[in-house]
């Protein structure tokens, strides 16, 4: 009798434990945005000294990315007109904060040198333009590849936040 009790206020317990914590799971989880349409801006160098092929390549593999992930019904470029009409329309801005140029030598040679790395702010705004979207993100090549492979590393980390972040376009 006495060890039936003790199972049965175990297992009880541990159903209380598992329900509140589903509950707490489920409150907790943010609910994902939703837009039918994304529109690329330009990357934002801002004041860092970043080659212009490092800017352009982000941006072409970021629109690439996105396009490729399904998400969103339009990817737009920006100054697209086609864009202006849609209502639910949000914009995925880039900035650079830090830019490291490694060497393709060394991280041939090395393990632990010559890694690019480029660390960049990732928002969305909607149309009216207020952020309802940002991450601190770094694309970073360590081992093989050409510098800027980093671009490609980057364009996938923010697609990924984006798709995260957003409920597929019905």
Not at 121 to 150: C, P, Q
């Amino acid at each position: 009798m006495v060890n039936s009790r003790r199972t049965f206020v175990l297992f009880a317990s541990f159903s209380m434990l598992t329900a509140s914590a589903i509950v707490s799971a489920q409150t907790t989880a943010t609910p994902k945005l939703s837009a039918s349409a994304i529109e690329v801006a330009p990357v934002d160098a801002g004041d860092v000294a970043i080659p212009p092929e490092f800017r352009f390549a982000v941006y072409e593999r970021l629109v690439e990315q996105v396009v490729a992930s399904g998400m969103f019904k339009k990817v737009y470029r920006a100054g697209d007109h086609a864009a202006d009409g849609v209502p639910d329309l949000v914009t995925l801005h880039t900035k650079i904060l830090l830019f490291k140029a490694g060497s393709e030598t060394e991280r041939g040679v090395t393990t632990v040198l010559g890694a690019t790395t480029v660390d960049v702010t990732a928002s969305v705004t909607a149309k009216d333009g207020h952020e309802i979207l940002s991450k601190k993100l770094t694309g970073r090549v360590r081992f093989f590849g050409e510098n800027l492979g980093v671009t490609n590393d980057l364009a996938k980390r923010i697609t990924k936040l984006v798709n995260k972040s957003f409920s597929a376009a019905s």
